[in-house]
């Protein structure tokens, strides 16, 4: 998978480490949001209450609320999440953490890579796009 060009994010530290975050495109955005709505829609309810949003309460919570997803799918969001960040690897120097499905990095810890698929979210600011979500009737019209 080929990087965009956009970064969206200089520098991210996670782990004593820096990260670069670049934009998925519109149809990746629009993958990730689809399968985590659920789980974006009750970030919103946490953001609401001001009870703080970390990127470790979101890492611990995705791995809670991400029952529902099959496998496949949970490896497909994390793994397009994560195929768009790059690691610091010296002065001006970056290196993207994944080749296809695999790590660059043994070092990344479930955790980590956790906050990181949460840095790239909230970069793309996929929480308020459910927030500002109208309300619908149920399908009803009024007549």
Request: hydrophobic share 45%.
């Amino acid at each position: 998978m080929a990087l965009a060009t956009k970064i969206l994010r200089e520098s991210v530290k996670v782990g004593g480490y820096n990260y670069r975050i670049r934009a998925l495109t519109v149809f990746q955005q629009l993958h990730v949001a689809a399968k985590l709505s659920t789980i974006l829609m009750g970030f919103v309810t946490i953001k609401a209450a001001d009870e703080g949003l970390t990127a470790d309460r979101f890492g611990r919570a995705l791995l809670a609320m991400s029952q529902n997803l099959t496998d496949d799918e949970r490896q497909y969001v994390t793994v397009l999440c994560l195929s768009v960040i790059e690691r610091e690897i010296g002065e001006n120097r970056w290196q993207p953490i994944m080749a296809g499905d695999k790590f660059m990095f043994e070092d990344i810890s479930l955790l980590e890579s956790l906050e990181l698929v949460y840095h790239v979210i909230d970069a793309h600011d996929m929480p308020s796009f459910f927030a500002a979500a109208p309300a619908t009737g149920g399908g009803q019209t009024e007549g």
